[in-house]
């Protein structure tokens, strides 16, 4: 089918609706559309619109799974680098959705293409970078296709919350040292299970001249941590910790390592999306968590698991407001202009970035299989 890029509804139209209407055009939309679209809500979705969502996960598993369908369209109810990852790893005969394209990630954002090229040429020019020392650069997969593209063409790999422990293992042992992009979090707290110390993790900040480093610093490292952090985690204090535990006597506390050190170091236990969920699916009547992730995603544990005590581990919200940017409202927009057989907000990656960007996907595919 030939994508009609002329845009024929306004969403202004779809603003004033009552949700209820919302709600009944969307679903109504999915019948007519059948199986050529999926909808795909990231576990840290608003509920108004995970409601509507064909399949639900972390951004990886609901890439890998609407490359698996055989929909023409993927309609990602999450954010902007989600959106790219699905068209990077999905069919050439799938076009992939975002429904509001304020929809970014305030960490994928902190780390541009320009600014990575720049700091790998610094660290070149200084002799960190060489045909002697092996530096690899790795990338959350929570950045730009761009960089992951990087890190294709430069031997190194992508990486998720769920798998950067393995891959930290295996790249460890290959290369003198590490460049993680662009959570500086992930990548301390994943290196501090190595046993990494922390003056051996210096932080690339890159606004600065040699990130604000010394060369011998830079020498010395054994990782080198782009400056970014995800807003929503970053908000977890460690007092936040002591708390809890002081009202909530035998309450365990379960956090992301996107939260800063200090946080996860005074956790019980720490992991991705996925292994939270899991951990919670997993435990007793009578268990008692103080979570450290967004909010959407501990609301829906609380609603799930009565008979567990489940709280979010800060007293007030953190939810990831970008992410809120996808709405019912938008979503609708977009589901009845597809219906006119007018694509909106299609997000593609060119050939070259797709192709680079495989190749770092590729390696932790084939990488995290062995393990
Ligand atoms: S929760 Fe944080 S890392 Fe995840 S999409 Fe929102 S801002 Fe980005």
Redesign the pocket.
């Given at each position: 089918m030939s994508v009609v890029l002329e845009e024929t509804r306004k969403i202004e139209d779809y603003l004033a609706m009552p949700d209820e209407e919302i709600a009944s055009r969307i679903e109504s939309a999915k019948r007519e559309l059948g199986p050529r679209v999926i909808i795909l809500g990231?576990h840290?979705q608003r509920d108004d619109v995970i409601r509507h969502a064909d399949l639900f996960g972390d951004s990886y598993q609901l890439s890998v799974m609407a490359s698996q369908t055989e929909a023409e369209y993927i309609m990602f109810c999450?954010?902007h680098?989600?959106a790219e990852s699905a068209d990077i790893l999905g069919k050439d005969s799938q076009h992939v959705i975002l429904p509001d394209l304020g929809a970014g990630?305030?960490?994928?954002d902190m780390a541009n293409i320009d600014q990575v090229e720049d700091a790998w040429q610094q660290l070149k020019e200084i002799g960190v970078v060489s045909e002697k020392t092996k530096v690899a650069p790795i990338t959350y997969m929570?950045s730009t296709a761009a960089i992951k593209a990087f890190c294709g063409r430069n031997e190194g790999v992508v990486c998720t919350s769920s798998n950067a422990v393995p891959l930290f293992d295996i790249y460890l042992k290959e290369f003198e040292k590490m460049f993680f992009f662009p959570?500086q979090h992930l990548g301390r707290n994943t290196g501090a299970k190595f046993g990494i110390p922390l003056e051996k993790m210096v932080v690339w900040d890159p606004h600065k001249d040699l990130g604000g480093n010394t060369e011998e610093d830079l020498h010395n490292a054994k990782l080198i941590l782009w400056r970014g952090h995800?807003?929503?985690?970053g908000r977890f204090k460690p007092w936040h910790v002591d708390k809890v535990r002081a009202d909530v006597p035998g309450i365990r506390v379960l956090v992301h390592p996107?939260c800063v050190y200090e946080v996860v170091q005074k956790s019980d236990l720490n992991g991705s999306t996925s292994y939270i969920i899991k951990t919670v699916e997993s435990a007793p009547a009578g268990s008692k968590w103080a979570i450290g992730t967004?909010v959407n995603l501990v609301n829906r544990l609380i609603k799930r698991f009565p008979e567990q005590h489940i709280q979010l581990l800060a007293p007030d919200l953190c939810m990831?407001?970008?992410?809120y940017r996808i709405s019912p409202q938008s979503l609708a927009w977009a589901m009845e202009n597809l219906l006119d057989g007018n694509v909106v907000n299609e997000i593609t990656v060119d050939d070259e970035t797709k192709h680079f960007a495989n190749i770092a996907l590729g390696r932790m595919i084939k990488l995290t299989e062995k393990k």
């Open positions: 990231h840290y999450g954010v680098f989600m990630c305030s960490m994928a929570n959570d995800c807003s929503v985690h996107e967004e990831c407001a970008t992410m």
